[in-house]
């Protein structure tokens, strides 16, 4: 029963955070602050800065822009 009160605790506050006019990103990033902050021992900021360093260095990542970029290669030279 601790998991369903919780699980709907935190949907609630992110819906209260989005109706509220908060952006998605900046939502997210509350909620999981809080979340972790409950819930762990551990620096909230330390462990989102290593987090958030180790998703945004992969090479995985670099097909997303060169992807866009090609795509407007291609549109501006009406190819």
Not at 31 to 55: H, K, Q, Y
Request: proline share 4%; hydrophobic share 60%.
């Amino acid at each position: 029963m601790p998991e369903l009160f919780l699980t709907i605790f935190f949907i609630s506050i992110l819906l209260l955070f989005l109706g509220s006019g908060v952006w998605v990103a900046i939502s997210m990033i509350g909620v999981s602050s809080i979340g972790m902050f409950i819930f762990t021992s551990r620096p909230v900021g330390d462990a989102m800065a290593t987090t958030i360093w180790g998703t945004s260095s992969s090479w995985t990542l670099t097909a997303l822009p060169l992807f866009v970029w090609m795509g407007e290669i291609l549109f501006r030279t009406k190819l």
